[in-house]
Structures are given as structure tokens and as C-alpha cells.
């Protein structure tokens, strides 16, 4: 998943109350956290061994309401189990002596009786847990319940807030801990099951899950999935709209509204090159099927790895395929965090920074080394803006996320300085040692979690113990790497030969040296346009800025990484020239990664009252996500 703004933490709250269902013993009961300080779930006790889930889509009253089943492995017998909720309304709970074999929970048919139930006292950040009470036979639990419309891992949208305008929509986020504001769940990313699903939707609106597509009844709306492979709670993921599907090779697919389709399939035709370049380096695609969906522009990431099915923001069609990087790094995913997981959000490095390392080796493999040198650099400089916002122990790998929301370690550290230290495990022994020992660690922990000590031992062992560094390489530290903020001394920052002419041409067009024809935009990528406008001096004349945007209409770019980045520049500067573009850019993106930024510029160019008034008529488009760290800004 692309990173978030690393500025903000979330502080998703438990909008409902303690209850407790009639038989239950008393009021209120306390929980506490498990394994995973971010789940009130035991599964050394009472783990979930697979999930099914019965539900339906009511648009008008912007819930789900149905079950979710569950098979249970028991290690103690005496234990209840416990779920992740938040925001949920629990209805009634049911236990069964039943055996479902290979049949799907949603709908199993089982001797079901009312058991004990209690809601705990709900926890800011964790919602609240839920605990039901077992007989000694009991193997299967069904929960009835409902989702509410602040469910901070679903967005409803409007007909008029999609692409075409012709049906609403809805769909879902749930990394880090969100799923379990949608359905009950063991929400741990060290817990990990099969799962199934029926999904009722309004006719003739489409269903999909972040699993295979077993059937569809036209008729009645009721949609049927399964998921044969153990995935986190945080990977389960549903959509429903006007969606149409554009095949792009054997493996590999687009779905998107229908006016976006032929645009979204021009810009991601490679993706079945992509993933054959994985697999050269890191072993066969073991999801069957790697599809993507378009989401509306209020998505708030870049997307998401749910497997089989990434989910994406449009603000990467840009025409010329020059930001599928995005692509390549949800893709890689599939090795990455969905088939070897972090065990807790400690560990997220071990997902994003694996990633962001694989991003880059597929950049390379189609579009050559140069591209992916400069994605390397802005990648960098995005790592050196976040240690300059972070205190030095969020500037570590092994992050401390106790008592604090799991977001906060969504940071460019996880990605960027993540992605580097593999960088130097690969020039300390090369890639012939090195593919090869990333392509034993996704085969010997495969659709496991793990964390950070392991792959600490699994390094000891299978590298540091096995070979020796190159002739005038040194060995690597992992403790610097992991445990100390920063970068370690002896880090090989990326470089970009590309890059050094566009830096002297932004220091020369600050200083009226260089004349805009002299840019020659035409020949330029977009990582140069960046690079560009990135380095651009802080005292950048307010002149020299009116003068690129009549030189090349930037507030009108097609390339949302570029204008993004340009409106940013003009509001610091003043360029009030490109404020209709602001506007609109703030009104139809809800992506983060460039609301936040532009936000914060107008309340640091005093321009409190534009960010107020612009977000009081964006906020209705907004993912409660971007939401929740737009109000935390502007309050």
C-alpha cells in the first residue's frame, strides 16, 4: 500500500456504547490485547480458523447487515473467544457442534443456539472486543450484526461523486486495523484464514472481493466468493458500482466505471509483463489471477494490495503510463505482505520496504535502469522530508507502536529506508547471492507472518553465515539499520546522472539565468518534472513561478503527481493564478498523499480560511480516513 502522509496519526474512535446482549453476566467487561498490542483477539487461545461472511448492501441507510461465521481452533478449552469490533451493532450471537469440511461458512447449515455475548468498553483506537462464551463442543460461531455509516473502513459514495454519475458506490480500506469496523474479525496481520463471502448488492450494480468470483445471480443480486488461501483480516476487501471489465493478458485484468475503462486499460497494458518479471526473480504468482480495480478519486492511497484484486486511485492514468510504478509496487505486494505478512505493525517494514525494493527491480526490468534510478532519488528525497518531521525513534525500522494507532508507522522510513537496507544486503554480496536468498525467504515463510527477529535469524543464517560480502564491501549491520534513527554512515544513497542537468536548470531558472524554452518540457519525463519543481530554491521568486505557468499551463497538468506538486509550489508562493486549479484538484482528489500537503500550505501561507472553506465543500467526497486527519489539521 502506497504510504501515508507521515505528519498526521489517525484516531479512529468507538462511536458506539458498551452493550451487552440479554444473557450476558454482567454490563461491561474489560479486554485486553493479545499477541498483537493492536487486537483484543487470543488466538494462542481460541483462534479463527476460517470466515464467511453473509451480507447485504443497503445504500439508502449506508450499512451492511448480515453474519459473519466463523470455524474455530481451540487450544484451550476453557476460553472464549474474542473478535475485534468497531462501531458495530452486535444483534445476536449463535454456536454450533458442526464440521463444515470444504463447504462455505456464509451459508452453512448447522444445529445454531444462542450463546453469551459481550461488547467490552470500547478503546479509542482499537474499538471495542467482542466476547463470546463457549460450550465445550463448540466449533463454529455465528455473529449477527451491522455495520454503521461512520464505519471508518467503508466509503459510501453518491452517483454524482463517481466518474460516470450513474449509480453510487461503495467500497472498502482496511489497513492498518479497519476491517473490523466492517465485519468481526481476529483483525491481527498474524492471523490469517481462508475466507468466503456472499455479497447481495441493487441490481444491476456489481460486486467484487479481494477473492475469486465463484457465482452471480443477476436476478437477486447475490454474489458468491471464496478465498482459498489464509490472508489477514486487513486483505479482505469489498466493492460495489457500475463496473465493467477490460481483459489485459492471460492472468491479468481492469475493472473500472465504464467511461474510465478504455483509459485505465491503455495505462496498465503491462501488467501482465510486470508480473512475468516478478516471477522471474522471486518465483511463481501463487494468487491465480492479478485484476485491478479504478476506485473514484475520494480513494484515499495510491492503492492497496488486496490480492487478487489491487485497488487503485485514478490519479495515476496520466496518459503515458508513467506512474504505473504504482502498479508495479501493488503487484509486488503479492509476494511482499500478502504471501510472507508482517506479524504485527512493528514489522511493517518487512512488507513496504520488501516492496518498495521489488517496485523498483520491476521499473528497471521494463522501463531500464534510469527510470528507476530517479524513482530512487524521489523516493529518497521523500525519506529525508520525513526524518525531518519524525522524532528519532518513529525514524527506525523497528518502530514502537504500542498504545499509539498503527497508522502512525505508515511512514516513508517503512518504505524508503526499508527498500535501502536491501539495497545494501544486494551491493554488500550481489544480486547473484542475493535474488536467490530473497526468493528462499518467500518460499520458506510462504502465506505465513512474520517478523522482524525472523528475518534477523533467517539472514544470519541463509547470508551472513553462508557467504562473504564482495571484495571492498563491508558487511551490513542490521542493528543500524533497524534499531537506530536515521541513516547508518556507510548508507549508498541512490544517485541519478538524469537528475544533475535538471538540477542546475532549476537552481539557474530561480536565479533568471536560464530562460523557460531552455527547459525543453517536451523531452522531459514526469520524475524529471518532479525532480524540477522539487528542487526549485525555497526563495524561488514569485515572478519566476507566474512565468513557468504561462510558459506551460502546469495548473492544467494531466499528471496528477506534477500538478499536485505545483500547486503546492503556488500556494507557498503565492501564485494566486493556479487557485481555480487548487480548488477543483482538492474538491475531486481525496488521496492523501496530495490533500494533506496542500491543506497544510494554505494554513502555513495564512490561509486558514480558504483550507476551511475549500474542505467544507470537499469533505462530503473525502474517505473518513482522509476526513479524520483533514479535521485533526484544520481543528
Not at 443497503?58 to 473467544?81: K, M, Y
Not at 518479471?277 to 479504478?294: H, N
Not at 557467504?467 to 536515521?486: C, I, N, Q, Y
Not at 541513516?487 to 542546475?504: C, E, N, V
Request: charged share 20%; aromatic share 8%.
Amino acid at each position: 500500500m502506497l504510504r501515508l502522509c507521515t505528519a498526521l496519526a489517525l484516531a479512529m474512535t468507538a462511536c458506539h456504547p458498551a452493550r451487552s446482549q440479554t444473557k450476558a453476566p454482567e454490563p461491561t467487561v474489560r479486554a485486553s490485547v493479545g499477541p498483537d498490542v493492536h487486537s483484543f483477539s487470543h488466538p494462542e487461545a481460541v483462534r479463527v480458523g476460517a470466515v464467511g461472511l453473509q451480507l447485504a448492501v443497503d445504500f439508502d441507510a449506508r450499512v451492511l447487515a448480515g453474519t459473519a461465521t466463523f470455524s474455530l481452533q481451540r487450544h484451550d478449552r476453557s476460553a472464549p473467544l474474542w473478535l475485534d469490533t468497531r462501531a458495530l451493532q452486535i444483534d445476536r450471537v449463535e454456536i454450533a457442534d458442526a464440521r463444515p469440511g470444504d463447504r462455505p461458512l456464509a451459508d452453512l447449515e448447522a444445529a445454531f443456539t444462542e450463546t453469551t455475548w459481550q461488547l467490552a468498553e470500547p478503546d479509542a483506537i482499537l474499538g471495542a472486543g467482542l466476547r463470546v462464551e463457549l460450550t465445550a463442543a463448540t466449533t463454529v460461531v455465528r455473529v449477527h450484526y451491522r455495520t454503521t455509516p461512520e464505519a471508518s473502513g467503508l466509503q459510501w459514495l453518491t452517483p454524482a461523486q463517481t466518474a460516470d454519475g450513474r449509480a453510487p458506490f461503495l467500497y472498502s480500506q482496511s489497513q492498518a486495523i479497519h476491517a473490523r469496523s466492517w465485519f468481526p474479525s481476529q483483525d491481527s496481520p498474524g492471523v490469517r484464514t481462508p475466507w468466503d463471502a456472499i455479497v447481495t448488492a441493487p441490481v444491476p450494480l456489481r460486486a467484487l472481493m479481494s477473492a475469486d468470483a465463484v457465482a452471480r445471480d443477476e436476478h437477486s443480486g447475490a454474489h458468491r466468493f471464496t478465498m482459498t488461501q489464509g490472508v489477514p483480516a486487513y486483505l479482505v476487501a469489498l466493492a460495489v458500482g457500475a463496473l465493467e471489465f477490460r481483459e489485459l493478458g492471460p492472468r491479468t485484468g481492469v475493472w473500472a466505471e465504464p467511461s474510465m475503462l478504455p483509459g485505465a486499460a491503455h495505462e496498465f497494458a503491462d501488467m501482465e509483463r510486470m508480473l512475468a518479471a516478478v516471477e522471474t526473480l522471486y518465483g511463481p504468482y501463487r494468487w491465480g489471477r492479478y485484476d485491478l480495480l479504478v476506485l473514484p478519486p475520494s480513494f484515499p492511497f495510491g492503492g492497496m494490495e488486496n490480492p487478487k484484486l489491487t485497488f487503485a486511485t485514478p490519479t495515476i492514468i496520466a496518459g503515458d503510463r508513467s506512474l504505473v510504478s504504482l502498479v508495479a509496487h501493488e503487484l509486488a505486494h503479492s509476494w511482499s505482505g500478502n504471501l510472507v505478512t508482517n506479524a504485527t505493525w512493528a514489522d511493517l517494514w518487512l512488507n513496504e520496504g520488501f516492496t518498495v525494493y521489488i517496485e523498483r527491480r520491476i521499473v528497471e526490468a521494463l522501463f531500464g535502469r534510469e527510470r528507476a534510478e530517479m524513482e530512487s532519488v524521489l523516493g529518497h528525497g521523500d525519506l529525508e522530508e520525513a526524518f525531518g518531521e519524525l522524532a528519532p525513534a518513529d525514524q527506525r525500522l523497528r518502530v514502537e507502536l504500542v498504545g499509539r494507532d498503527p497508522d502512525e508507522g505508515l511512514s516513508d522510513v517503512a518504505y524508503e529506508k526499508g527498500a535501502l537496507l536491501l539495497v545494501a544486503l544486494e551491493q554488500a554480496y550481489g544480486r547473484e547471492v542475493f535474488d536467490p536468498f530473497l526468493l528462499q525467504w518467500f518460499e520458506s515463510h510462504a502465506f505465513g507472518s512474520v517478523t522482524t527477529a525472523e528475518f534477523i535469524d533467517f539472514a544470519q543464517r541463509e547470508l551472513f553465515e553462508r557467504h562473504r560480502p564482495l571484495p571492498g564491501r563491508a558487511a551490513v549491520s542490521l542493528d543500524a539499520w533497524l534499531d537506530r534513527p536515521g541513516l547508518p554512515p556507510d548508507a549508498a544513497l541512490p544517485h541519478s546522472g538524469a537528475f544533475d542537468r535538471i538540477d542546475a536548470l532549476a537552481a539557474g531558472y530561480a536565479a533568471g539565468t536560464t530562460a523557460g524554452d531552455a527547459l525543453l518540457p517536451a523531452g522531459w519525463t514526469p520524475q524529471q518534472w518532479l525532480r524540477f519543481l522539487r528542487g526549485l530554491p525555497r526563495d524561488v521568486s514569485h515572478e519566476r513561478l507566474v512565468a513557468l505557468e504561462h510558459s506551460f499551463t502546469l495548473s492544467r497538468s494531466g499528471n496528477a503527481e506534477i500538478l499536485a506538486q505545483w500547486l503546492e509550489l503556488c500556494v507557498r508562493h503565492g501564485v494566486r493564478e493556479a487557485d481555480d486549479a487548487l480548488e477543483g484538484f482538492l474538491r475531486h482528489v481525496g488521496r492523501r498523499k496530495f490533500v494533506m500537503p496542500l491543506y497544510r500550505a494554505l494554513l502555513e501561507a495564512d490561509r486558514s480560511a480558504d483550507a476551511r472553506r475549500i474542505y467544507e465543500r470537499a469533505r462530503a467526497g473525502y474517505h473518513p480516513i482522509t476526513q479524520q486527519s483533514v479535521d485533526a489539521l484544520l481543528r
